[in-house]
């Protein structure tokens, strides 16, 4: 799902792009940077995260976002190198080969996802084995879900008990958690790792 121009504006902002770095950076106290050398960014808005980590640890990176706009503005702000890379695609579908990235990172956009189950399965298809996903989204209580639902057809809603439960069917076990309250929403932090 295309973000909305007001939406573009919140996840555009410096800061914004500045938290998302540091929460990338936290996640990486966890996992063994030795054995990651390529990672996709799902979502990548304008490449802050994405350049961030061509530039700070020399990952050959991809970033990708299903807005077109977004991509060209990452492509101006952070032009790609040998080390960058940034394409349109649909995460549910994504157009990579199998065991292509040792990471994947996915913040705040799963929620923006419809058939997010399928983009849970491409991850999985895209990882090689013993690579990481970092996922950080929102997740909704299941009697909030049950009244959102019939509005939310063009959006990801789940539970944090349906998302966790498709990365497990999906091969993933998990690393690290961590929920930060956000009304009466929460976001959840979740590090996983491909068997």
Excluded at 1 to 8: G, R, S
Excluded at 50 to 56: I, M, T, V
Excluded at 134 to 156: E, Q
Aim: proline residues 4%.
């Amino acid at each position: 799902m295309k973000m909305t121009t007001l939406e573009k504006k919140f996840v555009n902002r410096k800061q914004k792009g500045e938290y998302n770095i540091a929460r990338v950076r936290d996640c990486f106290n966890h996992l063994d940077l030795g054995h990651i050398y390529r990672g996709l960014e799902l979502g990548c808005g304008i490449g802050a995260v994405s350049a961030f980590l061509a530039n700070e640890y020399n990952m050959n990176i991809t970033g990708t976002d299903f807005d077109a706009e977004q991509v060209e503005l990452a492509r101006s702000l952070h032009p790609e190198t040998d080390l960058l890379h940034y394409r349109v695609e649909d995460a549910s579908r994504l157009t990579f080969p199998a065991h292509t990235f040792d990471l994947v990172i996915a913040q705040n956009v799963f929620h923006h996802i419809p058939e997010w189950e399928k983009a849970v399965q491409e991850v999985a298809r895209v990882l090689s084995s013993g690579g990481y996903f970092i996922w950080f989204d929102l997740a909704v209580p299941g009697l909030i879900k049950k009244v959102l639902k019939p509005a939310a057809r063009h959006s990801g809603l789940y539970t944090l008990a349906e998302v966790r439960s498709e990365f497990l069917r999906c091969g993933f076990t998990q690393l690290y958690y961590d929920r930060i309250p956000h009304g009466p929403f929460s976001h959840h932090h979740l590090i996983l790792q491909k068997s």
